[in-house]
């Protein structure tokens, strides 16, 4: 049995790097004061997703790490294992990266049936076999980190910003949270006696993502910032999943750094004439264009209906 009064290693191991990243990010912010610094995207939806602090999904995927310890220790039973998926074993995680324990997950839910062929019939290892609702929940999860598996690869992009995404990617985890509150009653976990293990969960990373992003999202907010609604706003494809208040508000936030940017120019080095009156003035400074042009061009531009969604 799973002494619930003692945390998993693996659950230290994820609070640390939450307390260490929160805890560094607090120190750089009084060191660089003089600067905006934002934290890493992706990082920051990382320490969004702890999943495993909901049970029953933190029994099953201990149950899930023994079984793939299990098969790592047995020659004869990957062997096994391998003669029946083609070639396919099972995979090891790192419990403090979200991306390896969903490839564990995804691999373990492909190759189901050989797994527990291999334990149950074949008897190469001596470990607990998933219940059938254990089953039910190692694909639920499955299921729910999808979306953040998408949104890791579309954000890894080595050349190209991805700036702007993130606004449209945080709506979209707000909308498939919203979507997965039926994921429980979909999987008929109440059958096999399981209690909803996602409903706590999608609750409590609600309320982690006002906490971490509501300075990006809610112009409500005491500190909030517009730097990612005005980068959403710049980019033709994506502006039109910004709401007809919230481009609005980027564009007080383009005025905005626009005054911002001109106080830190030096007048020597900032005029530029354009005497072709049909086209927006602009002031040069190397390759910089001040944003006041960017809003006249993007009040002349139609908003893009049509392109997908990069």
């Not at 729910?144 to 979209?172: C, N, W, Y």
């Not at 609750?203 to 300075?215: L, S, Y």
């Not at 809610?218 to 502006?239: G, K, Q, S, Y």
Request: charged content about 25%; some cysteine; glycine content about 4%.
């Amino acid at each position: 049995m799973l002494n619930k009064e003692e945390p998993l290693e693996d659950d230290e191991e994820v609070d640390e790097m939450v307390a260490g990243f929160d805890a560094s990010e607090l120190e750089a912010s009084n060191l660089f004061t003089e600067y905006s610094r934002y934290p890493c995207f992706l990082i920051t939806l990382q320490l969004v997703v702890k999943f495993e602090k909901s049970p029953p999904i933190k029994d099953v995927m201990v149950k899930v790490r023994a079984i793939v310890n299990s098969f790592g220790h047995s020659h004869t039973a990957v062997a096994a294992l391998m003669a029946r998926t083609g070639g396919l074993k099972l995979i090891s995680d790192n419990a403090t990266r979200l991306s390896s324990t969903l490839l564990m997950a995804e691999r373990m839910v492909k190759i189901q049936a050989a797994v527990e062929t291999i334990i149950m019939v074949d008897k190469l290892v001596k470990v607990p076999n998933l219940s059938q609702g254990e089953w039910l929940v190692l694909k639920g999860i499955v299921k729910f980190l999808g979306k953040f598996k998408l949104i890791t690869v579309r954000m890894q992009a080595e050349k190209e910003s991805t700036i702007h995404k993130i606004i449209p990617h945080l709506k979209d985890i707000l909308a498939h949270l919203s979507h997965m509150k039926t994921l429980a009653e979909e999987l008929d976990l109440g059958s096999y006696g399981i209690e909803d293990p996602f409903s706590p969960l999608i609750r409590n990373m609600q309320v982690d993502i006002v906490v971490r992003f509501g300075v990006w999202l809610n112009p409500e907010h005491l500190t909030f910032d517009p730097i990612m609604m005005v980068e959403t706003l710049l980019h033709p494809a994506l502006r039109r999943l910004l709401t007809e208040k919230e481009q609005t508000i980027a564009m007080k936030g383009v005025l905005q750094y626009d005054e911002k940017w001109n106080s830190t120019v030096n007048d020597d080095s900032s005029g530029s004439t354009n005497t072709d009156h049909d086209q927006p003035q602009s002031k040069v400074v190397g390759n910089d264009v001040e944003f006041s042009y960017l809003t006249e061009l993007l009040a002349r531009a139609p908003v893009n209906t049509t392109a997908e969604q990069q």
